[in-house]
């Protein structure tokens, strides 16, 4: 009987799997974010700003929520989203392996961004304008695996300053996700220390879920570009010409603080690929990336 | 005089294998790291038992995925695992088999992933290769050992077909019932956890509440999750499956574009050796280096923290299981207090090993110390279960002795081959388990292969799965062997 049952079944729903073609509607259109922090807010932070794209795109803006880094850049590939809020690191991947897509627009903050090197009061280290050194042997956790802030640039300057892994000068390297779970578990001394997004920091003293009694800033790296609002290069074909201008524009012209306090930034300004030249590089030369 | 007595290969065995534990224990990194981890389990606890129902964006639409998930997935597994258990004669069905279901569920899904993107294919591909695998195995086992008294019954003549349907498939055929639901059962718990690594399921907002610390929501979560599975044996009716079919396969969104491209691409371009994609004049070398610095950084650390882990965790396993089973054991306890530990048990073995982790891993810190108590816990759970209603079939003398002894002299010797027996069984799936939890930051191959996924390097990714995989088909012949040779058997209900 059931065999039956099973077999109807499978006739049943065999017809929604009959592929449907590779085309994307050109009455929608898909963008996402990397989870970079706050991960529960994500569609809070996000649904707004595609309202606001929404109605200055005059078209329907719909945001797709990812688990991962890695996961923004594979929906960006294939064509589930055709603009994507990425870091750096991602923004290059994703625009490594799709020809023609463009970093179109950054945060004010982004041509000279910072990650800060934080570590729980416990450590008795202090702020200090030389690299610390002292975090050596320490227990140490970046952020996500594929994040710029949180582990490329952080790598980069333990590598150079200490000429080895950071499994081999730290007593225990882990990832932690993102940027406000480095910050949680720094402070609550499962790491001694932590390196991580100077923005997610800030906003984290500003609304009081940063305890400066618990956790501190011990040093803050040299400025390197960072996030970028990435969009693929089809889309003039897709949805109209001049369509990658119109929503540079519309992103360029986002004002409303409380839109952007999602991202946290002041503004947007221009970009292009070339400004990422530098994080291409650094990648490489870690050999995260081929 | 003292009296020798030859050493059982039983004994043997158990030392052999208590033996290896001790020596991974030794190597092994179990330090608790965190600062105060009972701060974290007190805002654990109060999170536990002050649920919030209400925090979870789209919570309904989140169970409706997980259940159809896990229905598509299995009944799809169902039906092939069904025709491959009928032609597993064949070496190459077999090995194939033993291939699929080597893959954890996880690993699937992170290659479909590729090809499909976020689609409802991802999920119930990612449930139903390797449960088909699974399936495949089990199903051609019932088969072979069912009842062989019809067949001498039957007429001279009778065909091939008319046999299989009216004389073997009718006592085979509650097998497969009891099988399939204990099946949809593990679907479930699969299908939560593909959540963890995008998927719209369950898992999906409990990774991120345990993330961000939201106890009163992880706790909210987790009592739904639990409430499917405790009242499956309500809802899952056979007259109900067909609906329950139709509806899981309605409520997907099917429309994600589907593409040939993308999935060409995958096969042909992004897991060929980065080396031989590059091409130039010494590719042969370039590839030599790119295994070699695979082997060294990745795939000899990571195998070695695999069985490592995997081993203590068997062993651990073992020593709970002893402890597990009079809980429930009417031998060994009264009716109320069973009861209890029927609950206890439950509880325990409906939490993915990967969850329990999950929340170690917070508490405690990234050590292999979390990683060792969940799979033990969880393994445990399942085992004691068995053993646990297996002594409700063993007699014993009316003027047997109690408590302590009767635990000691009376019951363990009955129930130490069984046990043994469904630990062994079980080993496979925790080398599996293992993997998986590299995830999760424990550095076995697991840690690896979700690194590589990170970095979007898929070649790295499937070659450190293939590797996985073969340790795990490496780890089911040998258990075989030893089974085999401790004539070690599990009953059809054990599997």
């Given at each position: 009987m059931k065999l039956r049952n099973l077999l109807f079944a499978a006739a049943v729903f065999a017809v929604p799997v009959i592929p449907m073609s590779d085309a994307v509607a050109a009455d929608k259109f898909v963008f996402t974010a990397i989870p970079d922090q706050d991960e529960s807010a994500l569609r809070k932070r996000f649904d707004k700003v595609a309202k606001y794209l929404s109605s200055t795109l005059s078209m329907k803006v719909e945001y797709v929520p990812v688990k991962s880094y890695a996961a923004a850049v594979t929906a960006f590939r294939n064509n589930q989203v055709q603009l994507a809020w990425f870091g750096g690191l991602s923004g290059v991947r994703a625009r490594g392996l799709v020809k023609g897509s463009t970093a179109i627009a950054q945060g004010k903050a982004d041509p000279n961004f910072e990650t800060y090197f934080i570590a729980n009061a416990g450590t008795g280290l202090t702020t200090s304008k030389e690299f610390p050194k002292q975090i050596a042997g320490k227990t140490f956790t970046f952020g996500s695996k594929g994040s710029t802030s949180g582990r490329l640039m952080p790598e980069y300057h333990i590598r150079k300053y200490f000429k080895k892994t950071p499994q081999e000068v730290f007593s225990r390297v882990g990832f932690s996700g993102n940027h406000s779970r480095t910050v949680a578990l720094v402070q609550s001394g499962a790491y001694e220390v932590g390196a991580t997004n100077f923005k997610v920091w800030k906003k984290g003293i500003k609304n009081g879920t940063i305890d400066p009694k618990k956790v501190r800033v011990i040093w803050k790296t040299p400025g390197y570009p960072d996030y970028n609002w990435s969009i693929r290069g089809d889309v003039d074909k897709t949805y109209g010409a001049g369509f990658i201008k119109k929503v540079q524009s519309a992103l360029l012209s986002m004002k409303d603080p409380d839109l952007l306090s999602s991202f946290p930034r002041e503004a947007f300004i221009p970009a292009d690929n070339s400004d990422y030249a530098p994080i291409k590089d650094t990648a490489k030369e870690l050999g995260l990336i081929d | 005089m003292i009296l020798r007595r030859e050493s059982s290969p039983l004994g043997r065995a158990t030392s052999g294998f208590l033996l290896i534990a001790f020596v991974c224990l030794i190597f092994a990194d179990i330090a608790i790291s965190t600062g105060d981890p009972w701060h974290e389990f007190g805002l654990l606890l109060t999170g536990i038992v002050t649920p919030d129902f209400y925090q979870t964006d789209s919570l309904a639409l989140a169970i409706a995925y997980t259940l159809a998930f896990a229905l598509l997935g299995v009944a799809f597994a169902n039906v092939i695992g069904f025709g491959l258990a009928l032609i597993f004669h064949y070496r190459i069905v077999r090995v194939g088999c033993a291939f699929i279901r080597a893959i954890h569920e996880l690993f699937w899904a992170l290659i479909f992933l590729q090809m499909f993107g976020l689609s409802p294919l991802t999920g119930v591909l990612a449930i139903t290769i390797p449960y088909a695998g699974i399936i495949a195995k089990v199903?051609?086992?019932?088969?072979?050992?069912?009842?062989?008294?019809?067949?001498?019954?039957?007429?001279?003549?009778?065909?091939?077909?008319?046999?299989?349907?009216?004389?073997?498939?009718?006592?085979?055929?509650?097998?497969?019932?009891?099988?399939?639901?204990?099946?949809?059962?593990?679907?479930?718990?699969?299908?939560?956890?593909?959540?963890?690594?995008?998927?719209?399921?369950?898992?999906?907002?409990?990774?991120?509440?345990?993330?961000?610390?939201?106890?009163?929501?992880?706790?909210?979560?987790?009592?739904?999750f639990y409430l499917i599975i405790a009242t499956m044996r309500v809802w899952m009716k056979k007259p109900l499956l067909p609906v329950y079919l139709i509806g899981a396969a309605a409520i997907l969104p099917w429309g994600v574009a589907f593409s040939w491209a993308h999935i060409g691409r995958f096969l042909t371009e992004d897991i060929i050796p980065y080396p031989i994609r590059a091409g130039g004049d010494n590719m042969m070398a370039s590839l030599g280096d790119w295994v070699s610095m695979l082997m060294v950084d990745q795939i000899w650390p990571g195998t070695i923290a695999t069985v490592q882990l995997t081993m203590i965790a068997l062993v651990a396993t073992g020593f709970l299981t002893m402890a597990f089973f009079p809980l429930i054991s009417p031998l060994l306890l009264g009716r109320v207090a069973r009861t209890g530990g029927h609950v206890f048990l439950v509880v325990v073995r409906s939490t993915p090993e990967y969850i329990l982790a999950f929340v170690l891993l917070n508490l405690w810190g990234p050590s292999m110390l979390p990683a060792i108590v969940a799979l033990s816990l969880h393994n445990a759970a399942i085992i004691g279960h068995l053993i646990g209603r297996f002594t409700e079939t063993l007699q014993l003398r009316l003027d047997a002795v109690r408590g302590v002894n009767r635990y000691f002299y009376e019951v363990v010797p009955r129930i130490y081959r069984p046990m043994l027996a469904l630990l062994f069984y079980r080993w496979e799936i925790i080398m599996r388990e293992t993997a998986i939890l590299g995830i999760l930051g424990i550095a076995t191959l697991g840690f690896y292969v979700d690194s590589a996924f990170a970095d979007l390097r898929f070649d790295r990714a499937l070659f450190l799965i293939l590797i996985t995989a073969m340790l795990n088909i490496c780890v089911d012949a040998i258990s075989r062997t030893i089974r085999n040779r401790l004539r070690l058997q599990t009953t059809l209900e054990e599997r």
């Open positions: - | 199903y051609a086992e019932i088969l072979e050992e069912a009842d062989q008294r019809p067949l001498s019954a039957l007429p001279v003549g009778a065909g091939r077909a008319s046999t299989f349907l009216f004389v073997r498939l009718p006592d085979a055929w509650a097998h497969f019932r009891t099988y399939s639901m204990y099946r949809l059962e593990c679907g479930l718990r699969s299908s939560a956890v593909l959540g963890f690594i995008g998927l719209p399921t369950l898992g999906f907002h409990l990774e991120t509440a345990f993330k961000e610390g939201l106890y009163s929501e992880v706790s909210a979560l987790l009592i739904l």
